[in-house]
C-alpha cells in the first residue's frame, strides 16, 4: 500500500496545558479502523517534539494503538501565493510613493505662498515720490492667507492619506516576510502528521487522543490584590498573561497553566526499606577472622619432598630444590606472656 491510499484523519485542537516553559497538546481525530489499521492523523504543527508524542483511543472500544511516529510530508506547490504578495506590496509601495509625491508638492505649494511679498517697482533718480499702495499690500495678504488656509487643510488631508499607504504597505510586507521564512524557498508545501497503526475490530469507528508538546509558549501570572479603605477583607485576582508562537490557532481551546518545566526530568524517589518488629541489640563484633587467601598452599613444596634419608652420625636429611633440608623438627613453644 503506498503513502497516497492511507487513510487520513482530520484533527482538531482540543486542549493545551502551558508549562512555564513550553505547552503540551491535545488534538482529536476520528475515523473508522481501516484493515490494515493504518492511519495518519494531520493537522498537527511543524514546531512539535517528536519525542513527546503520545496516542491512545478513548472509549472501551476493544482497539489500541500499536505504534505511534511522526511522518514529514514534502510537495511542491505553485508559486502563485508568495508572487500575489510580491505584486501587492509593489502596488502598494507605488501608491505609497504617489502620495508621498503629492504631500511633497502640497508642502512645496505652501512654501512658495508663504514667501509671497509686496515689491515695489524700481524708483528712477528722476521721478518723484510716490505714495505706497497699502490696498494692493493688504489684498495680497488677505491672498496669501487664504491660499494658505486651503494648502494647509489639503496638506493635512494627504498627511492622512501617506500614514493609511503607509500602514498597508508595512502589513502587507510583514505578510511577505512571513511566508518567504515559512515556506522553504524551492517552494515545497511540508506537512506533518502522526502515523498511527490500530489494533482492533476493522471498521469500528473510533476517536483518537493525540498528545504531543511543543516549545514556543510560555505564560506570566499576574496579581492584583483590591482593598476598600476601611475595610478587613480583600480580594485577590490572578491573571494569566500566555504567549505562544506554535504556529497553532488557540481560540476556543479548553486551556490550564502549571508552574512546572516541561522538559525538566523528575524520577521517582528511592525509599528506603524499613524493617518492622522486636528490636533486636546489636552482635558484639568477634575476633576470628578468616584465614589469608593461598594459606593452605603455604607449604606444599615441603609436604611433597618427603623425609630425607638418614645417615650415619647425624640426622636424616633430604635435598629439595637443590638445597638440603633437616628433619622436621618439633615447633618451638611460644614464649609464655608478660605479667603485669
Known amino acids: ?201 476493522t471498521g469500528t469507528e473510533v476517536e483518537v487522543e493525540v498528545e504531543y508538546g511543543v516549545p514556543g509558549a510560555v505564560w506570566v501570572p499576574a496579581y492584583r490584590l483590591t482593598v476598600r479603605q476601611g475595610d478587613s477583607r480583600g480580594r485577590l485576582v490572578l491573571r494569566a498573561s500566555v504567549a505562544q508562537r506554535t504556529g497553532e490557532d488557540w481560540t476556543g481551546v479548553r486551556l490550564a497553566l502549571a508552574t512546572a518545566d516541561l522538559r525538566r526530568r523528575t524520577d521517582l524517589p528511592r525509599l528506603r526499606s524499613l524493617r518492622i518488629g522486636r528490636r533486636q541489640p546489636a552482635p558484639a563484633p568477634s575476633g576470628w577472622r578468616e584465614p589469608p587467601a593461598g594459606l593452605s598452599d603455604l607449604f606444599t613444596g615441603y609436604d611433597t619432598a618427603g623425609p630425607r634419608p638418614a645417615r650415619a652420625g647425624g640426622p636424616a636429611k633430604a635435598a629439595v630444590g637443590g638445597h638440603a633440608v633437616g628433619a622436621a623438627q618439633p615447633p618451638t613453644p611460644p614464649p609464655p606472656p608478660p605479667m603485669y
Open 1 to 201: 500500500m503506498t503513502a497516497g491510499t492511507v487513510q487520513r484523519w482530520a484533527s482538531a485542537l482540543d486542549g493545551v496545558v502551558v508549562y512555564a516553559q513550553g505547552a503540551l497538546c491535545t488534538r482529536l481525530a476520528r475515523g473508522g479502523v481501516p484493515a490494515d489499521g493504518r492511519v495518519r492523523v494531520t493537522g498537527l504543527p511543524r514546531s512539535l517534539d517528536p519525542g513527546s508524542l503520545r496516542a491512545r483511543v478513548t472509549g472501551a472500544s476493544g482497539v489500541r494503538v500499536t505504534e505511534a511516529r511522526i511522518e514529514v510530508e514534502a510537495e511542491p506547490v505553485g508559486a502563485e501565493a508568495p508572487d500575489a504578495l510580491r505584486r501587492e506590496v509593489e502596488r502598494l509601495r507605488d501608491a505609497y510613493e504617489a502620495v508621498l509625491g503629492r504631500r511633497d508638492r502640497q508642502a512645496g505649494l505652501i512654501e512658495e505662498t508663504a514667501a509671497l511679498r509686496p515689491v515695489p517697482p524700481a524708483r528712477k533718480r528722476d521721478d518723484p515720490h510716490r505714495r505706497t499702495a497699502v490696498d494692493a499690500w493688504l489684498e495680497l495678504a488677505d491672498f496669501v492667507d487664504e491660499r494658505l488656509t486651503g494648502l494647509h487643510a489639503r496638506l493635512v488631508e494627504l498627511e492622512e492619506e501617506l500614514a493609511e499607504a503607509e500602514r498597508a504597505l508595512s502589513a502587507a510586507a510583514d505578510r511577505l516576510a512571513r511566508a518567504s521564512t515559512d515556506a522553504p524557498a524551492s517552494h515545497v508545501a511540508t506537512t506533518v502528521s502522526a502515523a498511527l497503526t490500530l489494533d482492533g475490530a
